[in-house]
């Protein structure tokens, strides 16, 4: 897990509001990724950015929302339109290039009240 | 496209029994393959990699793989298994043609439990 925080550890979400989990990482890496894991199942890809300022689409991606104004931080809304929000969320980040591997933080688990 | 698959939902195993953790892919060109593992409410921890080169890929922990082309598998082994070894297993592909990204596809996962 070192070099990628993730912060809270749980979050609770009320019916209706937006809430935004926090992934930060002082590795220098240009890309960062944002999973979503639910039991039992593997990862999906939610958002992914290769380069500030830029950002793309993943395979679940309505809604959720992102922003990369920053290289090392990649925040992620979990909006009121994302209606079954309950998962854990792993957020991970990679070097540029090819090969190299993609490192995660340590998950942040939402939870709906 | 690309896609991976983990054969078995779970593996148990007898501490100190070699082990084997499955895993097939399906690429357009070569494969970029990983293995993860997960112990319960954390990230997931990188293991071993293949890139090119010798097909039996030395990891942390002990941990080993095998890539073998024409069966299309990376499957995960270790020797002697360790109780504390028990934990959710991923294995995880990318093709070497460009993908934007360079967005990795991840199997279902495999738990593997390890008995005293």
């Known amino acids: 897990d070192g070099g990628i925080t993730q912060s809270p550890k749980y979050l609770f979400r009320k019916e209706g509001q937006n809430v935004t989990l926090s992934c930060e990482q002082n590795l220098n890496h240009d890309a960062m990724y944002w999973y979503r894991q639910d039991p039992g199942q593997g990862l999906r890809l939610i958002y992914y950015s290769q380069i500030v300022n830029d950002f793309q689409k993943g395979d679940i991606a309505e809604g959720y929302s992102v922003s990369r104004e920053k290289k090392e931080s990649f925040p992620l809304t979990v909006t009121s339109a994302q209606k079954n929000p309950t998962a854990f969320y792993l957020c991970?980040?990679?070097?540029?290039?090819?090969?190299?591997?993609?490192?995660f933080g340590p998950g942040t688990r939402l939870l709906v009240l | 496209a690309q896609s991976v698959a983990q054969p078995e939902d779970q593996v148990n195993v007898a501490e100190g029994n070699p082990l084997t953790v499955k895993c097939t892919y399906s690429v357009s060109g070569n494969p970029y393959l990983f293995w993860y593992v997960q112990y319960p409410n954390r990230g997931l921890q990188f293991l071993l990699k293949?890139?090119?080169?010798?097909?039996l890929v030395k990891g942390s922990y002990g941990f080993e793989a095998e890539f073998n082309k024409s069966q299309t598998s990376f499957h995960l082994k270790k020797p002697s298994a360790l109780v504390s070894d028990s934990a959710l297993y991923f294995c995880a592909v990318r093709d070497s043609f460009y993908n934007a990204g360079n967005m990795l596809t991840f199997g279902g996962g495999t738990r593997l439990m390890v008995k005293p």
């Open positions: 991970a980040s990679k070097d540029r290039g090819t090969q190299e591997t993609q490192y």
């Open positions: 293949y890139i090119t080169g010798d097909n």
